[in-house]
């Protein structure tokens, strides 16, 4: 499992169970946390989304 530095106020976590794949964003920017999570995917989606996340270049 990845994860992106705790100190920063918006974490991303990937996250595995039973072959499938998906990452959690915490956002703490504002009053208490919101959580969103992408899709379930395979591996290689997710190493390719976690890839644009870590660069920037997500939308």
């Known amino acids: ?3 992106s530095c705790r ?3 918006v ?4 996250l595995a169970i039973g072959g499938l794949h998906w990452i959690r964003r915490t956002d703490r920017t504002g009053p208490g ?3 969103h999570l ?3 995917t395979t591996t290689s989606r ?3 989304l976690w890839s644009l996340i870590m660069s920037g ?3």
Do not use: Q
């Not at 974490?11 to 990937?14: D, G, P, S, T, V």
């Open 1 to 3: 499992m990845r994860s």
């Open 7 to 9: 100190c920063r106020p």
């Open 11 to 14: 974490e991303y976590e990937e």
């Open 33 to 35: 946390h919101v959580v």
């Open 38 to 40: 992408s899709p379930e």
């Open 46 to 48: 997710v190493n390719e």
């Open 57 to 59: 270049d997500a939308t």
